[in-house]
Nanobody
């Protein structure tokens, strides 16, 4: 059983930057593919970025060039650095872990464990 805890979400102005973090416990972090998803009320949870156990990354087109996902296995932590934030980036950001795939799966069904989320709000 893997437990995920996100942190770092806050209110930021458009054009600003923010880094959210996710700490994992209870599993072998280096064997996990990790991802960030986001969700706004009334919409489905959507893929933002992912990083495989071999540190191969994948991004949604909406964040490519602005967001960077990284992992630090020694700290069992995955990060999402968000730059040039836009009001449409406002959402609850969720961390997810996948034990079974070697590559990043950009769908919620590909993940075994989820955190409770951290709120990111971008003001215009």
């Amino acid at each position: 059983q893997v437990h995920l805890v996100e942190s770092g979400g806050e209110l930021v102005q458009a054009g600003g930057s923010l880094r959210v973090s996710c700490v994992a416990s209870g599993g072998i972090f280096s064997r996990l593919s990790m991802a960030w998803f986001r969700q706004v009320p009334g919409k489905e949870r959507e893929f933002v970025a992912g990083i495989s156990r071999n540190s191969v990354t994948l991004y949604d087109d909406s964040v490519k060039g602005r967001f960077t996902i990284s992992r630090e296995n020694a700290k069992a932590t995955v990060y999402l650095q968000m730059n040039s934030l836009r009001p449409e980036d406002t959402a609850i950001y969720y961390c997810a872990a996948d034990e079974g795939h070697a590559r990043v799966i950009p769908m919620t069904s590909g993940y075994d464990y989820w955190g409770r989320g951290t709120q990111v709000t971008v003001s215009s």
